[in-house]
């Protein structure tokens, strides 16, 4: 299997579902590296696709192409870290491309959008999958559908739009030949 496509929940592509290499993570960042490190190991695809919801922070709508990942909980500056740095790792952000956003993940619901550590969009997933395809030399593309503004609204508006881009990864997959 050349492509992989990973998604967190079967809500935000039900229909995706139906198709051999589509796959589903669950939700955060552990959940998501531990089953990208499994299907990567188990298929050794070419790419792994990432679809999913995010909260907008500098956008607000559509589809986006995220090229740069950073962890936004990890915080360790008292041990002299910078904001969404991993301790010992010389990087806070992850690039894998100069062409797209700064995607900011972590293991929580953003409804602040002043975050501590600069991004356009926020997800619970995608810095997992990106260091877990860099980590084993596999291309990653993520897309991400912007379901809310990062804001005291966001729950609702999830809620309301989680399903909303759908049709935009089918088109995604659809010109890349894999739907």
Same mark, same amino acid.
């Given at each position: 299997?050349?492509?992989?496509? =990973?998604? !967190?929940? $079967?809500?935000?592509?039900?229909?995706?579902?139906?198709?051999?290499?589509? +796959?589903? #993570?669950?939700? %955060?960042?552990?959940?998501?590296? =531990?089953? !990208?490190? $499994?299907?990567?190991?188990?298929?050794?695809?070419?790419?792994?696709?990432? +679809?999913? #919801?995010?909260? %907008?922070?500098?956008?607000?709508?559509?589809?986006?192409?995220?090229?740069?990942?950073?962890?936004?909980?990890?915080?360790?500056?008292?041990?002299?870290?910078?904001? %969404?740095?991993?301790?010992?790792?010389?990087?806070?952000?992850?690039?894998?491309?100069?062409?797209?956003?700064?995607?900011?993940?972590?293991?929580?619901?953003?409804?602040?959008?002043?975050?501590?550590?600069?991004?356009?969009?926020?997800?619970?997933?995608?810095?997992?999958?990106?260091?877990?395809?860099?980590?084993?030399?596999?291309?990653?593309?993520?897309?991400?559908?912007?379901?809310?503004?990062?804001?005291?609204?966001?729950?609702?508006?999830?809620?309301?739009?989680?399903?909303?881009?759908?049709?935009?990864?089918?088109?995604?997959?659809?010109?890349?030949?894999?739907?």
């Amino acid at each position: 299997m050349n492509d992989l496509v =990973l998604i !967190a929940i $079967r809500e935000e592509a039900p229909d995706l579902a139906a198709l051999a290499h589509v +796959f589903f #993570t669950g939700v %955060g960042k552990v959940n998501a590296a =531990l089953t !990208a490190a $499994r299907l990567i190991e188990k298929h050794r695809p070419k790419r792994v696709w990432n +679809f999913g #919801t995010a909260g %907008g922070i500098t956008v607000g709508s559509g589809l986006h192409l995220c090229t740069r990942f950073v962890q936004r909980d990890m915080d360790v500056g008292p041990l002299g870290f910078k904001p %969404g740095q991993t301790p010992y790792e010389d990087h806070v952000v992850l690039h894998l491309g100069d062409h797209g956003l700064v995607c900011s993940s972590g293991d929580s619901f953003v409804t602040d959008p002043n975050l501590v550590v600069p991004a356009d969009l926020v997800d619970m997933e995608a810095y997992a999958l990106a260091k877990a395809c860099s980590a084993t030399g596999t291309e990653f593309i993520c897309h991400k559908f912007i379901s809310d503004r990062a804001d005291g609204g966001s729950s609702s508006d999830w809620s309301q739009n989680v399903r909303m881009g759908e049709s935009a990864y089918v088109g995604v997959l659809r010109e890349n030949g894999l739907a």
